[in-house]
């Protein structure tokens, strides 16, 4: 079913500590607002601090495959074959049929930067790189499994600051100096070029228009403070309430604030902005009794 008198309709969503629960990573109580946009025809693109291989089989279970996807916090873009053009994305390698962009600064690039600058400010800080797999799952509660496709990073590192805020805003300085930013997620500082997740969020609008001819209406969903490029690109935006405790200031004057946190509060503030204009029709669905 799509919504012919309407619009088309995108919604761009993180998801530790909104599509999924920042301690269980459990996303059932979305999954019947994630049923009916599939029902509407309305991709859900996930716009994540995790990487492209933690979200090949996550974007499965989810349902999401016809999705693109958002890696690295903009760092690395995937495309499914009904988002490419034709002649320049096709990728016949690819077993997933994915075309994989990645316009942020390579990981090996970033992670010598950071040794240089760890030795050089005499700085504090445990990047990824720097931890076994027990100490990842530590810090994530991730199972060995999902804390190895943590580790296969494209184009940012995350890390763990143990210095004073003054050495961090050496830090900040020195990473703008060589071209890098730093973005604060719920568990990890990140650091990776000079892109985000809003910058990601319009390249697909883009990307979207040039394939569809139309530009749709966008909902952007997210809980932290690397997610405000994204809520604040989105026609309308929903801070989802989170457990980090980090200050999250958004600018958008289309913006609603849950009270639930992570599913319950992802599927509350898609049910405050569409749930009067998207039907339901999970009865029809199902079938005949």
């Known amino acids: 079913m799509t919504l012919p008198s309407s619009p088309p309709r995108m919604v761009f969503t993180d998801l530790d500590g909104s599509l999924l629960d920042h301690d269980t990573y459990d996303w059932r109580p979305a999954s019947p607002w994630l049923a009916r946009l599939g029902r509407a025809g309305i991709p859900v693109i996930p716009v994540t601090s995790k990487t492209r291989a933690e979200l090949l089989s996550l974007r499965l279970e989810l349902g ?32 997933e049929g994915l075309c994989i962009k990645t316009p942020s600064l390579d990981i090996g690039f970033i992670r010598q930067r950071l040794e240089i600058l760890r030795e050089r400010l ?16 530590s810090h994530t509660g991730l199972s060995e499994p999902q804390a190895r496709q943590a580790r296969v990073r494209e184009g940012s590192e995350p890390l763990l600051w143990q210095d004073s805020e003054a050495a961090l805003a050496r830090f900040i300085q020195a990473l703008d100096n060589d071209g890098l930013r730093l973005v604060r997620g719920g568990r ?29 209406l966008t909902l952007g969903l997210g809980d932290g403070p690397n997610d405000i490029p994204l809520l604040e690109s989105a026609d309308m935006a929903v801070l989802i309430r989170g457990r980090h405790g980090q200050p999250v200031e958004v600018n958008s004057e289309r913006l609603y604030r849950t009270e639930d946190f992570g599913p319950k509060g992802w599927a509350e503030g898609v049910e405050y902005w569409w749930g009067d204009e998207i039907p339901d029709d999970s009865a029809a669905a199902e079938g005949p009794a």
């Open 64 to 95: 999401l495959r016809a999705s693109p996807f958002v890696a690295e916090n903009g760092a690395v873009i995937g495309l499914p074959p009904a988002w490419q053009h034709a002649r320049l994305d096709r990728n016949p390698n690819d077993v």
């Open 122 to 137: 005499g700085l504090a800080f445990r990047g990824m790189a720097d931890m076994d797999l027990e100490e990842i799952m």
């Open 188 to 216: 990890f500082l990140h650091v990776m070029g000079q892109v985000h997740k809003g910058d990601a969020m319009h390249w697909l609008v883009d990307r979207f228009v040039a394939l569809r001819g139309a530009r749709p």
